[in-house]
């Protein structure tokens, strides 16, 4: 790429994502003074209208479950990796990058997937509890826009405030896998299939198995407020090893998921949050910017 053309592409990427953080600042600013004023009146959070959700699996089956989930990801991953890089695959590898290889989508796929069979064993109550359900779907789509636009401006400044503490103290940063392969591949197809890895199929999966069975499995044990303090720092923790610095913002967007998931008693709202997080996300290296 020409170097004119890089600093082209990475200011039209600073522009994104000034444009982004202040389309959003208003509505980010409301939300917080809501939240800043019921932090003072030492008030509990508010609950669900419907109610508390009753969770009829055991601790032991929720947190079983999380876990199994997780290493599924990870073996598929790291197996469908090994057996490419030993020959033993039936047919040549796809020269394709490793963030869209199969072993990539079965594990954000098959997991999900397997975990929904075993919680629809315990019946629809099990399924309600873990939002598996539209609700009223238009409210669950405002709500995800209202999250996304609330958190988006807190997140990018967590990013910002981590990336420079970890280069002050030469811990190394590194972008997402995804977000290099979206910067870097000149193939066209790269950035629908980004966008469909990222902005579909992680949301569905990491929804379900985040907010729906290990928040609702820790709500049985602990109140709301550990309840989302914990999942948020089990879902930032968990995401280390593909871009550390994201730690801090990811806690932050987990809470934005876990209290509108649990407000709203669906996983619609939390997924329309985290997909519209990840477009965003993958549009500013698809700009040209870092």
Partial sequence: MAPDHAQDLSSLSQVWWMVA????????????????????SDRPIPA??????????????????????????????????AAASAGLLPWEPLKIPDTFSPGVFLGQVLPPVVGLVLVARFGRPALDAAGVRCGTLRKGLLDGLVAVAAILPVCFAGLIASTVFMELFKVPVAPHPLLETVQKAPEPWVIPVALVQAGVLAPLGEEFMYRGVLMMTLLKQVGILWTLILSSAIFAVAHVYAEPQAVVPLFLLGLALGYVAYRTRSLVAPIVTHALFNVLMIVGPFLGGR
Avoid: D, K, T
């Fill in 21 to 40: 953080a202040g389309l959003s600042l208003p509505v980010s600013i409301v939300v917080f003074r809501r939240i800043g004023r019921w932090w003072l």
């Fill in 48 to 81: 669900p209208a419907e109610g508390e959700p009753v969770v009829p699996w055991p601790a032991w089956f929720g947190l079983a479950l999380f876990i199994a989930m997780q290493l599924m990801f990870f073996v598929l991953l790291g197996g469908y990796q």
